[in-house]
């Protein structure tokens, strides 16, 4: 590669940013690392009509989630700023007015009512929403149609005005797509799009190019949706004289609903219950939560495999992959060109095998702040000390006994709460149907040992319940789940006496005492 590897992720900051967008970021950055260049995120915010508020912290704050971190934005700085694109306007105007000048643009003058009868006029069955384009700018009002002096004249009266693309009436645009190869577009199938809007800001097509020029962009990846747009793209190249610096393109494969019927949308999301935004997003209009990943309870570092594998693999089998493994094995040429199917269940197949292996010292501030989300005694909602009212050690030791069963990180509320907390409920419905006096003595009885039992540990108080169910003819099988939900409330949870020995000598014995309480008052 002979220059300098610089990629951007230019988003328009709209609402809630979809996996697909995340794994476009992913991409971007991988390739960045892999070749030892910059990452670059550029916000696109030139259509204030579609401006949200919030929309843009919530981008950084995903990506800062993601540990996906940009060399230059907005918030980090860098020596293309500014990066918000509204506050390059200056910029883009000078551009479109050279565009004019050499006859690949022009003056639109058409008010929004002619626009509109436009469309009434020319609308027929085998063109049923006319464009302005080849076929029509010359019935319309523009620097085409009017005389130079009418044009000056209505410039010199501040008419409002937009400038748009003179796209050539029968050429092949033709550019080589990193995933896709040659791709060719005839120009007699592009509108007229507008460059520059009325109110003087620029629309995407034009902030884009002349942005990844000013800003040495060496590679423009994005998604395919954005494909039909690369002729307008290309020609702006060419017409603004910088054919010899543009970008290398790659166009990413969509992410598909489960069933392969379309994109997957924030709305088959909702509808499957499943996340399809990085993170929870309220829309600031309307007050509509959707859930995203994080709070969902996956790890960043399994969003960030899953999406990987959304549309690459590295030519094995290998399925999970760190980050830096990822910068490692990435390579454009293995993107597939078709979309990817999502599948949910594979989401978090990926979680819970990153839980799995994760040590849990890298897991404990994250299940801490799950714990005191859910109110679990001890657990403070304070992010980055969630956990000072517990002691480490036992914080520790309990994530390394329940991790194997956790596929969210929710899941540690009903696998560790226990631990830390005399549960609130008990299922004793599913004791009593089978429960009876011997098994209310042989309980007393266990009580009572466990009492005077001088070493704590679980491999001595299974020992002592043998024991005991022996001398009173019992089966341990059949005391093993009264005990359990003495202990966890539940059918749920770890060994039995991994956990007594846990929880410890005065936890254990109050608990069993206070179920058989409750059977006894049944
Ligand atoms: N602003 C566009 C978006 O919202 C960027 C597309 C591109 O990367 O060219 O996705």
Redesign the pocket.
């Known amino acids: 590669m002979d220059k300098k590897v610089r990629v951007r992720f230019?988003?328009?900051p709209t609402g809630g940013l979809h996996l697909g967008g995340v794994r476009t970021v992913l991409f971007n950055y991988l390739f960045a690392k892999k070749h030892g260049g910059d990452f670059i995120l550029r916000i696109?915010d030139t259509d204030q009509s579609r401006f949200v508020p919030g929309a843009e912290e919530y981008i950084f704050n995903t990506l800062a989630w993601c540990g996906l971190i940009p060399d230059e934005s907005p918030v980090h700085g860098g020596p293309y700023a500014p990066y918000r694109q509204s506050e390059r306007k200056a910029t883009y105007k000078q551009y479109a007015e050279q565009l004019v000048q050499t006859g690949h643009a022009y003056y639109a003058f058409d008010t929004p009512e002619e626009l509109e009868q436009m469309r009434v006029q020319y609308k027929t069955e085998e063109n049923p929403s006319p464009q302005y384009n080849h076929a029509l700018r010359m019935k319309m009002r523009n620097s085409l149609t009017l005389s130079a002096d009418e044009v000056a004249a209505l410039l010199a009266a501040g008419t409002p005005h937009v400038v748009r693309i003179k796209m050539p009436l029968d050429e092949t645009v033709t550019f080589t797509d990193m995933i896709r190869g040659e791709v060719s577009f005839h120009t007699s199938q592009v509108d007229d799009k507008v460059l520059l809007k009325a109110d003087g800001m620029p629309t995407?097509h034009l902030a884009?190019v002349v942005d990844d020029y000013l800003m040495k962009i060496s590679h423009?990846f994005?998604?395919e949706e954005?494909l039909p747009s690369a002729p307008v793209h290309i020609l702006l190249w060419k017409y603004l004289g910088w054919s010899a610096d543009m970008p290398q393109w790659a166009h990413l494969p969509l992410i598909l609903k489960p069933d392969g019927n379309g994109k997957l949308s924030k709305r088959d999301g909702d509808r499957l219950g499943f996340p399809v935004f990085a993170m929870d997003w309220t829309d600031p209009k309307s007050g509509e939560k959707t859930i995203g990943f994080k709070e969902r309870g996956f790890l960043p570092e399994a969003f960030v495999n899953l999406l990987a594998l959304l549309g690459w693999n590295d030519g094995t089998d290998q399925e999970i992959f760190t980050i830096d493994e990822l910068i490692r094995a990435f390579s454009m040429d293995r993107v597939h060109k078709g979309g990817a199917k999502f599948n949910y269940e594979k989401a978090l197949w990926y979680n819970q095998e990153w839980i799995k292996r994760a040590a849990p010292e890298q897991l404990a501030d994250q299940v801490s702040e799950t714990l005191a989300a859910a109110g679990v005694q001890g657990f403070v909602t304070d992010a980055g000390s969630a956990s000072a009212g517990v002691d480490r050690e036992l914080l520790l030791r309990v994530i390394q006994l329940v991790k194997e069963r956790c596929t969210l990180l929710a899941d540690f509320v009903p696998q560790a709460a226990f631990f830390f907390a005399t549960p609130s409920e008990f299922d004793t419905a599913s004791i009593q149907p089978k429960w009876n006096d011997t098994k209310n003595m042989f309980f007393i009885e266990l009580a009572k040992a466990y009492e005077s039992s001088v070493v704590w540990e679980a491999t001595d108080l299974e020992k002592t319940l043998k024991e005991i169910a022996a001398a009173q003819d019992l089966k341990p099988g059949e005391l093993m789940l009264p005990l359990r939900i003495m202990l966890v409330g539940g059918k749920f949870g770890p060994g039995v006496f991994d956990i007594a020995e846990i929880i410890g000598k005065e936890a254990t014995i109050e608990r069993i005492k206070k179920v058989l309480s409750i059977l006894e008052h049944n």
């Open positions: 230019a988003p328009s696109e995407y884009v423009a994005r998604g954005w």
